[in-house]
T-cell receptor, first 111, second 112 residues
Framework: EAGVTQFPSHSVIEKGQTVTLRCDPI?????LYWYRRVMGKEIKFLLH????????ESGMPNNRFLAERTGGTYSTLKVQPAELEDSGVYFC?????????FGPGTRLTVT | AQSVTQLGSHVSVSEGALVLLRCNYS??????LFWYVQYPNQGLQLLLK??????LVKGINGFEAEFKKSETSFHLTKPSAHMSDAAEYFC??????????FGKGTRLHILP
């Protein structure tokens, strides 16, 4: 069984540009989560999808972040426009029940 | 509300010595507790989990953790450290089917 995959693995963009991160969950996992770790801080929850619906988006930092999950399969997280403080590692996780399986993360650097 | 406190952002142990990484949690509901590990340039890997069954949980790579409700603790141990255990370790808590709340992480250094 393939694990959670994320693309790209690294992204370097300039302040003000747009970046889209993609997450492909494990097949059959209805739950999909986004987390991020800003340098020096703890890993923090961003949002939770159940199938294509947003179950909890209480961790989204502001309206520059937009997450979608098309047809309950893969998910994208768009940052527009990117700011310096958005730099960090963005993790995606998926689960069938309570055990979340994490992807390798996307390292985003905003310069 | 749930929270996790990991004691020590950096811990150093000698190869072959006992590894003890401390974690205390706070939860208003019966918690699920986890330890994750992140090796350099890799993603998060689940070491072990507690989900209200046995209080002593065994994980991968010789790690184990004991859930102590009276102390609200979930410390991670390994009897004998290996160089390959050098990584960052995260204690985490969640309610069933809910977001995970992570601690700040403890970086484990293994001294030869």
């Amino acid at each position: 069984e393939a694990g959670v995959t994320q693309f790209p693995s690294h992204s370097v963009i300039e302040k003000g540009q747009t970046v889209t991160l993609r997450c492909d969950p494990i097949s059959g996992h209805d739950n999909l989560y986004w987390y991020r770790r800003v340098m020096g801080k703890e890993i923090k929850f961003l949002l939770h999808f159940v199938k294509e619906s947003k179950q909890d988006e209480s961790g989204m930092p502001n309206n520059r972040f937009l997450a979608e999950r098309t047809g309950g399969t893969y998910s994208t997280l768009k940052v527009q426009p990117a700011e310096l403080e958005d730099s960090g590692v963005y993790f995606c996780a998926s689960s069938r029940k309570y055990e979340q399986y994490f992807g390798p993360g996307t390292r985003l650097t905003v310069t | 509300a749930q929270s996790v406190t990991q004691l020590g952002s950096h811990v150093s142990v000698s190869e072959g010595a006992l590894v003890l990484l401390r974690c205390n949690y706070s939860s208003s509901v019966p918690p699920y507790l986890f330890w994750y590990v992140q090796y350099p340039n890799q993603g998060l890997q689940l070491l072990l989990k507690y989900t209200s069954a046995a209080t002593l949980v065994k994980g991968i790579n010789g790690f184990e953790a004991e859930f102590k409700k009276s102390e609200t603790s979930f410390h991670l141990t390994k009897p004998s450290a290996h160089m390959s255990d050098a990584a960052e370790y995260f204690c985490a808590v969640s309610a069933r089917d809910d977001k995970i709340i992570f601690g700040k992480g403890t970086r484990l250094h293994i001294l030869p």
